[in-house]
């Protein structure tokens, strides 16, 4: 990051103005900017030749390039990123934006996961992008736990909330499981709960497995210790990840082969074999992070770019976050400001359920 700004840094004022207009020119446009629409737009008057100099300077330096010959410039994923580290200007969120999410956030009790499904469509909607909502683990102590087996490689937990809430999560259960030992498995559970959450009791089961493992059929044991799938872990992401607008950002593609590396990107967050990637980008703090095109593989095959900010609970703690994917010229100072703006209001909204 610092050598990156010390380039912009260490430009000089033609070269820098330059520099943003290419990249504002493609933001806009999506296509190459040539010099000679440059020179109506400089500052100062010069000659297209004296532009066309400093873009093949600009070029030199890996900040831009050009896809056809005589076709103009347009911005690399290095000059994309200087610019948004050093010379994009942010925005402000437009009350019509503030009135919308407001009137999507509007309180309707506990149904937090239904809010959060309409934070993804109005957040997709505004920005015309494909949202990503990672909604928060619910740590409300447990009730009750049940067992229900619906094929022999698959079976249902059920789990029962203290404050009322239900969630039934698929997975699939260690090889020769009974009804017998499913119930023997819930039972055991169940006298463990006592009002613990869901992350209060894997570290109790753990330690009582361990005191208790004679008394309890292998199977039984087998299931509970293989838990993780189902109780915490890759079960609970797969219904953590919520993904709406996809349409937006098929549309705005026309070459065949970027339409499948998009559909690529989506396939694989709707199985969500990649959420893990996701889950990292909100591990280093609070505030908008961007990521353009292969600076995360989980958005390299498709050169989308991805602005994301995590919200915090009462505690200031990361529950989740929000983002937005598109193209990689993407209008990323009306963006970054939204996502900002959403991630802060859905925190206050969930700390203030809390």
Request: proline content about 3%; aromatic content about 6%; charged content about 30%.
């Amino acid at each position: 990051m610092v050598e990156r700004t010390n380039v912009i840094a260490e430009m000089n004022e033609r070269s820098r103005e330059v520099f943003r207009r290419v990249v504002e020119g493609y933001l806009d446009s999506g296509g190459p900017v040539g010099s000679r629409t440059l020179t109506r737009t400089m500052s100062e008057k010069v000659s297209a030749a004296t532009v066309r100099n400093v873009m093949q300077d600009l070029e030199y330096l890996g900040l831009l390039d050009s896809p056809h010959v005589s076709a103009g410039r347009v911005p690399t994923h290095l000059g994309l990123r200087m610019f948004v580290d050093g010379l994009l200007e942010v925005g402000t969120v437009s009350d019509d934006v503030r009135e919308k999410m407001h009137e999507t956030l509007r309180d309707d009790g506990k149904d937090v996961s239904g809010m959060l499904d309409r934070v993804g469509s109005t957040l997709s909607g505004l920005t015309q992008g494909a949202s990503l909502v990672l909604t928060p683990k619910h740590e409300a102590p447990l009730k009750h736990v049940e067992f229900v087996s619906l094929a022999p490689d698959r079976a249902l937990v059920v789990l029962v909330f203290a404050d009322g809430q239900v969630e039934n999560r698929v997975f699939t259960p260690p090889a020769g499981q009974t009804p017998s030992s499913l119930r023997e498995a819930a039972n055991f559970l169940n006298s463990l709960i006592e009002g613990k959450t869901l992350s209060e009791l894997k570290t109790t089961v753990e330690r009582e497995i361990k005191i208790r493992r004679q008394e309890l059929d292998s199977l039984a044991a087998e299931l509970i210790e293989n838990g993780d799938a189902f109780w915490e872990g890759e079960g609970d992401n797969y219904e953590r990840l919520i993904v709406r607008g996809r349409s937006h950002l098929l549309g705005q593609s026309s070459e065949a082969e970027e339409l499948d590396r998009i559909r690529t990107l989506f396939d694989d967050l709707e199985k969500k074999r990649d959420i893990a990637e996701f889950l990292e980008l909100t591990e280093d703090g609070e505030g908008v992070r961007i990521f353009i095109g292969s600076e995360n593989k989980l958005f390299s095959l498709s050169g989308s770019s991805l602005v994301v900010s995590p919200y915090m609970n009462a505690d200031r703690k990361i529950i989740g976050a929000v983002g937005v994917i598109g193209p990689t010229r993407l209008n990323y100072g009306r963006i970054v400001p939204i996502v900002d703006y959403t991630a802060q209001l859905v925190g206050r909204m969930l700390s203030s359920k809390a």
